[in-house]
């Protein structure tokens, strides 16, 4: 079965701390995407990242940066120098080969202060 | 970019009345759509996945006679709440697949069932 636990509910920080956001995935196949997503207040889903289970290659996007371990089946999420725009719920989600379909985290909530 | 639009945005509607909801892909045509459910401050669930000239597939606990789902073509979808209840009260969010692991999402609707 495929899960992803993201096992931070809420995170509160003051602007531009650094914060990293935690997601574990179980699954059994060897050929599988990962993917973060925010949501911020209105509703709509943000596509950040997608990663493919055969690149461990750390990525980094501007403030954005992942960590991808597949020996600890994580896959973090840091955001530098926070902003209260990254104000926001951010979900880890999971699918693997031959299905398109997303198994979602639970999602943890960032709130930044000014 | 890939775009997905839903309509309404958001409708508020009688105990027993039934409520439909549009999903499009407005650059790009897709043959998968998938129609989500989040609760408040929970994360989404997969309800169906749609699929262009067929009958969609439900996840398991999902009433297809209750969520009638139509893909007549390849940039619409539908998602109609038949004798919707407070119950059916939520934020049902869609995506549109454009190519394998890569979906887009509307910006959900918010239904309210007085």
């Known amino acids: 079965a495929q899960k992803v636990t993201q096992a931070q509910t809420e995170i509160s920080v003051v602007e531009k701390e650094d914060v990293t956001l935690d997601c574990v995935y179980e699954t059994r196949d060897t050929t599988y995407y990962l993917f973060w997503y925010k949501q911020p207040p209105s509703g709509e889903l943000v596509f950040l990242i997608r990663r493919n289970s055969f690149d461990e290659q750390n990525e980094i996007s501007g403030r954005y940066s992942w960590n991808f371990q597949k020996s600890t089946s994580s896959f973090n999420f840091t955001i530098t120098a926070s902003q209260v725009v990254d104000s926001a719920v951010y979900f880890c989600a999971l699918t693997t080969y031959n299905t398109d379909k997303l198994i979602f985290g639970t999602g943890t909530r960032l709130q930044v202060f000014p | 970019g890939a775009v997905v639009s839903q309509h309404p945005s958001r409708v508020i509607c009688k105990s027993g009345t039934s409520v439909k909801i549009e999903c499009r892909s407005l650059?790009?045509?897709?043959?998968?759509m998938f129609w989500y459910r989040q609760f408040p401050k929970q994360s989404l669930m997969l309800m169906a996945t749609s699929n262009e000239g067929s009958k969609a597939t439900y996840e398991q606990g999902v009433e297809k006679d209750k969520f009638l789902i139509n893909h007549a073509s390849l940039t619409l979808s539908t998602l109609t709440v038949t004798s919707a209840h407070p119950e059916d009260s939520s934020f049902y969010i869609c995506?549109?697949?454009?190519?394998?692991?890569?979906?887009?999402f509307g910006p959900g609707t918010r239904l309210t069932v007085t």
């Open positions: 650059d790009f045509q897709a043959t998968t």
């Open positions: 995506s549109a697949l454009l190519s394998p692991y890569e979906q887009y």
